[in-house]
């Protein structure tokens, strides 16, 4: 067994909208067949009890040791407390190889579950012991350590709930709702408008109790003091009992309340300065109470009860704890809904203040308390009183909050009721809290759990705010780059700040702020962070969608051009058209029911892709009579055809035509392959909304030269010949680029080509004997990366597709892209036409420019010397 690759599909991919991990496998005939493995089974189920008998699905003969890998790696998660159940294994191309497709909720517990998986399924084969107890609870560590915790996984859910979607930034609880412009950001419960000065202010126990009294609040009276001295002083100016803790505090870290002696307050001053200044504040008799605050509403209330014990008259205050402890709420962190009781000397001081210590037994009954604060990070408990509130009570909770400056916020009040106003009975605000904690709310110890994130997504984006932009995707084999740059045309053009990607690079609001092939999902999940982008459009290549999966969860609109031969066939187990079909359909499948696919109905591969969206069908097609396309126009569906001189959009009795004079990328329509690229674009900017005025003055302004379209059909002159730089690649590409050019008149015709190493041999070969039946001269070129191939193989290989050619007369070869065009230049006269297939799109065309600029100016020269000597 060897496994050849894994992968993390982060995104929507071929295989589901998981997140999975994706590895290649490999297997020996004798490991392909589990009915051929006697005891295999059994002794893969005695190291992992919980994995269930293996049987084929419908669709499969036998399983594999790669399906047993593949049902390992999920039972172990399953039992580590993942929510996971997608998992799939495939055979690829080749024998004994697999696709093995596994689910993750965290990547980390994923990638190491298949790991593990596949150490377990080796100690079966060869009966030796495997510890799966170990490694599950190592999974369940690792998920503890990467998942959201509680308060934001409760904000996220709520999210989600409304179709929001969001991305992690950081491991932590850093988390980005929505895209572009419409983005928010949340760091637990606390939002990207929560005020740092507002922070500062809450974490300042005495200032926040001067502004609350200023706005009417009840605060309990105190001060800060310098050392134990002077905190005993202010005990007994203040009156006692009274509580001390640190001025800049939270989580009930250094709090010590109900203190009566100076001995306890010399303790309790000494626990808080290690947290900073101290406070000795009143101490409110009462019950202790926590008010969520979003906006300006209350939306949670709980009681908190500190961490204590029940004496039974047997067990020792210390077998209490760990009775307590048993219960599977109660975990270390914020991770679960409790938090285990702690008997440290914090603990150790309360139980001697009680007469007590770790090894005394109480009485049946008796309360034991382990902590004078409340808070649920040291092991106190919550009962929600949400519906108890009054309404006065909670008017000053809001009033605190909106007094610090705080958006969402946790009012800590003392009192013996919330059912009663606090000015009747001495009750009052104790703190204010910055991103306070949601876990006692959500899941409290008794009563009612609260949707405290839903309020706080919905402090976020006001009801029918998604937090989404216009997304268009766009695949294909050929075309699919300019699409994306038209579309982003027609885009800008209606006045929005766009955010593309393609082969080119990463460009918001025309700025190109990356370079190199940008058509995969990490510069897709770029612009979709960027905080100025009001609409993306984005190249979506197969490559991309193989490594990572999609770089978005769906799309407004999804645009397929067609599917092609020569599309990298021969990579990554992709052998056919009907395979890259597969893999580029993706986007179609991940359509928002409200949006469309865009597909080229002539084209039977992404016709087909019909049935697997969501959303709506936009159909086009330059034959308004193509079957596919007829049928869905009589249905009334929309659909873009060319009619003469013009293309015609029409959805029922409605029609809307824009002349292809007036699209000069298509040069009045002479160029096939560019009337279907901007049908496609046409469908796509009608799918996302946008008028037909800007679609119009869209068309009208884009240009196929260099800056709009670098490699897409750029035509300059060069002393009276045309010149043309085009990036295609693929038999199909060179098929339009001919029929473009033979409806431009030429004397002579010649063309610059190379190929690329990691294509197939039959696709090199194809290029070059297309190229043969239209072109006088043929100059070969051997670019530096040959990707894998000999040296001269790919010209060997171009030469070869020549033979038999019935127009070549001439075949040069030549070694360097710049001295190949160099040669095709001078040999060009006025009225000859050349064809420049770049590989290096941008150097070559800023080349080709220069030595057109330089060539025509001399001729200009030449031109203006000859006419000075007509004239003397």
């Not at 159909?619 to 009579?625: L, S, V």
């Amino acid at each position: 067994m060897d496994i050849q690759r894994i992968r993390s599909l982060r995104g929507p991919n071929r295989w589901s909208r998981h997140t999975s991990v994706e590895a290649v496998v490999s297997l020996p005939p004798e490991q392909c067949n589990l009915q051929r493995m006697p005891g295999f089974e059994s002794r893969l189920r005695s190291r992992l009890p919980a994995l269930g008998h293996l049987q084929p699905r419908s669709h499969e003969d036998h399983l594999s040791l790669a399906h047993a890998i593949e049902a390992v790696a999920l039972t172990l998660q399953s039992q580590a407390g993942c929510h996971v159940g997608f998992g799939h294994t495939e055979l690829t191309s080749e024998a004994g190889t697999y696709h093995v497709v596994v689910q993750y909720a965290e990547e980390a517990v994923g990638r190491r579950a298949f790991d593990a998986a596949a150490d377990l399924v080796r100690a079966a084969l060869a009966d030796a012991p495997y510890d799966s107890a170990a490694a599950i609870a190592e999974l369940h560590d690792i998920d503890e350590d990467e998942r959201l915790g509680p308060s934001t996984g409760s904000i996220v859910d709520a999210g989600l709930a409304r179709g929001i979607p969001f991305r992690r930034l950081t491991r932590g609880s850093l988390v980005q709702f929505g895209w572009g412009v419409k983005q928010r950001r949340i760091q637990a419960a606390e939002v990207d408008q929560t005020s740092a000065v507002a922070e500062s202010i809450a974490q300042n126990k005495d200032l926040t109790k001067a502004l609350l009294r200023a706005a009417g609040v009840p605060v309990p009276f105190g001060r800060p003091v310098v050392d134990a001295t002077d905190a005993w002083a202010a005990a007994l100016e203040i009156g006692l009992p009274v509580v001390v803790k640190p001025q800049d505090g939270n989580q009930g870290k250094g709090v010590t309340v109900n203190i009566t002696e100076q001995a306890n307050l010399q303790r309790a001053f000494a626990s808080a300065s290690q947290y900073g200044t101290v406070m000795v504040e009143k101490y409110l008799p009462g019950q202790d109470f926590r008010l969520l605050v979003v906006g300006d509403k209350l939306v949670a209330a709980s009681r908190r009860d500190p961490p204590m014990v029940i004496g039974d008259g047997e067990h020792t205050v210390a077998q209490l704890v760990a009775i307590v402890n048993q219960d599977p709420r109660r975990g270390v962190g914020h991770g679960t809904a409790l938090t285990r009781l702690r008997l440290d000397d914090i603990a150790e001081a309360r139980l001697a203040l009680q007469g007590l210590n770790p090894e005394s037994v109480p009485a049946q009954g008796q309360r034991v308390i382990l902590r004078n604060n409340a808070n649920l990070s040291t092991g106190g408990s919550a009962t929600d009183v949400t519906d108890d509130v009054h309404p006065e009570v909670a008017a000053q909770a809001v009033a605190a909050a909106q007094m610090i400056g705080l958006d969402i916020c946790g009012v800590d009040v003392v009192c013996e009721s919330v059912q009663v106003p606090l000015e009747k009975q001495s009750g009052g605000v104790v703190e204010v809290n910055a991103a306070p904690g949601l876990r006692m709310h959500l899941s409290p110890s008794f009563g009612k759990g609260r949707n405290v994130g839903q309020a706080i997504v919905n402090h976020l984006y006001p009801h029918g705010d998604d937090g989404r932009i216009p997304v268009v995707a766009i695949t294909g084999t050929n075309g699919k780059t300019t699409t994306t740059r038209l579309v982003s045309h027609l885009l800008a053009s209606d006045g929005r700040c766009v955010g593309m990607t393609n082969t080119d690079g990463v460009y918001v609001d025309g700025r190109q702020i990356d370079s190199g092939d940008c058509s995969g999902p990490k510069s897709a999940r770029n612009v979709l962070m960027h905080p100025e982008v009001e609409a993306a459009v984005l190249e979506t290549a197969r490559g991309g969608i193989l490594r990572e999966g999609l770089g978005f969860d769906r799309c407004d609109v999804a645009v397929v051009t067609n599917i092609g031969e020569g599309d990298h066939l021969g990579m990554n187990y992709i052998h056919t058209a009907e395979q890259v079909a597969s893999v580029k359909s993706v986007i179609v499948q991940n359509v928002a029911p409200t949006g469309y696919a865009v597909l080229n109905a002539a084209d039977p591969l992404c016709a087909a892709m019909a049935s697997q969206t969501p959303g709506q069908i936009i159909y086009f097609a330059a034959d308004r009579q193509q079957p596919v396309l007829a049928a869905h126009r009589a249905r009334g569906f929309r659909s873009v055809w060319v009619d003469g001189d013009a293309i015609v959009a029409a959805q029922g009795a409605w029609r809307e035509r824009v002349l292809l004079r007036d699209i000069p990328i298509t040069r009045g329509g002479s160029i096939g392959f560019q009337v279907e690229n901007v049908m496609a674009a046409i469908a796509a900017a009608w799918g996302v909304g946008l008028s037909w005025a800007s679609i119009r003055s869209g068309l009208a302004s884009f240009m196929a030269d260099a800056d709009n379209a670098p490699g897409r059909f750029n035509v300059m002159d060069y002393r009276g010949a045309t010149v043309i730089a085009d990036y295609g690649h693929n038999p199909d590409a060179i098929r339009a680029l001919v029929q473009a050019v033979a409806a431009i008149p030429a004397r002579r015709r010649s063309v610059v080509i190379s190929g690329a190493g990691d294509r197939r041999d039959e696709d090199l070969r194809g290029q070059t004997a297309i190229l043969g039946h239209a072109f006088d001269d043929v100059i070969l070129y051997q670019d530096a990366c040959q990707r894998g191939r000999a040296d001269g193989e790919v010209l060997a290989l171009l030469r070869e597709g020549l033979v038999g050619a019935t127009r070549t007369t001439r075949i040069e070869e030549v070694r360097g892209e710049f001295l190949a065009i160099d040669r095709a230049l001078a040999q060009l006269q006025s009225g000859d036409l050349c064809l420049v297939l770049v590989d290096r799109v941008e150097e070559s065309l800023a080349y080709l420019a220069k030595c057109a600029a330089e060539a025509n100016a001399a001729q200009a020269q030449d031109a203006a010397q000859a006419q000075r000597q007509r004239v003397a």
